[in-house]
């Protein structure tokens, strides 16, 4: 999974077609389909980036992997057991973010179109 990691490059900053997949990399669009143990390296990665672009992807993967509001506890647990204050700051900025209503509004729509029709 590190590789796929080193992989996950930032798309252009315009929106695609989310049926499609077409917002992930090839990286991410495999971390994705591995789903749940794609999401503690996805944490990590956060924790040391500051490149916009690539934490809004990374958020979007675990978002699309675990839904707005298990991510969210995710990101609050993480910070209460980070010991570097570094990447205890990164990850606060990153959950004041998905706090914003605008941004987390998007997120649910994006949660909300990569689950299977039912």
């Known amino acids: 999974m590190p590789d796929l990691l080193d992989w996950l490059t930032p798309k252009p900053r315009q929106e695609r ?3 499609e997949l077409q917002m992930f990399s090839p990286a991410g669009y495999a971390l994705f389909n591995i789903g749940l143990p794609s999401v503690p390296p996805l944490v990590e990665l956060l924790k040391s980036q500051t490149d916009p672009s690539l934490i809004e992807q990374c958020i979007k993967l675990i978002i699309c992997i675990k839904g707005v509001p298990e991510t969210e506890l995710l990101l609050e647990n993480k910070i209460k057991s980070e010991t570097n204050p570094n990447k205890k700051e990164n990850l606060k ?14 997120m649910e729509t994006i949660y909300d179109n990569m689950r299977p029709n039912e």
């Open 93 to 106: 900025a990153i959950l004041k973010k998905l706090q914003d209503p605008q941004f987390r509004k998007r």
């Open 17 to 19: 077609s989310i049926d």
